[in-house]
């Protein structure tokens, strides 16, 4: 199947200092890459579809002035997180999906500790 | 929000079928049934989707009722390794295309 990178696959960080994630489509291009954030023992939750080329689009709830995504590449994602705090502390997740099949390829998640 | 509803854990013994149930009685026709899985600190990993007619793969089967309300992932032979939390998810459409929403899903543990 296809393969979906990310980088790093963790990372510590002080607080007020920002951090960016990437994540890249490896065998395929990628249309549409989308973003979450799973907190210990809870479930994935969406933080924001991002096409190539367009803005991102940001959940209910997520400040889009905090979490900056690029999709520069129908190969790249990337997702900042900008000033971090504690409790930005999480396990974040990127997908991305082909052109035609209805699937969605998951990476290995990047854990992000904020101190 | 998720449109779907799974139990919150099942166990299994290791070599036995492992039958995880999903109900998701507000389907719309055009919506697809797909689950994942995620074994602890990893990335979700896609198992199988179906529309209406049962599916079968390599790793599961899924067994889809005739008004598809609902939904069964049978892993045949359970290993150790299935431990995981599965998601049972049905795929939404929204901005630019569909977007996949994750319920709580079902933690398994296979013991031996």
């Known amino acids: 199947g296809a393969v979906v990178s990310q980088h790093p696959s963790w990372v510590i960080c002080k607080s007020g200092t920002s951090v960016k994630i990437e994540c890249r489509s490896l065998?395929?291009?990628?249309?549409?890459m989308f973003w979450y954030r799973q907190f210990p023992k809870q479930s994935l939750m969406l933080m924001a579809t991002?096409?190539?080329?367009?803005?991102?689009?940001?959940e209910q709830g997520v400040e889009k002035d905090k979490f900056l995504i690029n999709h520069a590449s129908l190969t790249l994602s990337t997702l900042t997180v900008t000033s971090a705090h504690p409790e930005d502390s999480s396990f974040y997740i990127c997908?991305?999906?082909?052109?035609?099949?209805?699937?969605?390829?998951f990476g290995p998640g990047t854990r992000l500790t904020v101190t | 929000d998720a449109k779907t509803t799974q139990p919150t854990s099942m166990d299994c013994a290791e070599g036995r079928a492992a039958n995880l149930p999903c109900n998701h009685s507000?389907?719309?026709?055009?919506?697809?049934v797909y689950w994942y899985r995620q074994i602890h600190s990893q990335g979700p990993q896609y198992i199988i989707h179906?529309?209406?007619n049962n599916e079968t793969n390599e790793m599961a089967s899924l067994i889809i009722t005739e008004d598809r309300k609902s939904s069964t992932l049978i892993l045949p032979h359970a290993t150790l390794r299935d431990t995981a939390v599965y998601y049972c998810?049905?795929?939404?459409?929204?901005?630019?295309?569909?977007?996949?929403?994750f319920g709580a899903g079902t933690r398994l543990f296979v013991k031996a």
């Open positions: 179906g529309l209406k």
């Open positions: 998810i049905v795929r939404v459409e929204g901005t630019g295309g569909f977007k996949t929403i």
């Open positions: 997908s991305a999906r082909d052109w035609g099949p209805l699937e969605q390829y």
């Open positions: 065998d395929f291009q990628a249309t549409t």
């Open positions: 991002s096409n190539e080329g367009s803005k991102a689009t940001y």
């Open positions: 507000t389907i719309s026709g055009n919506e697809y």
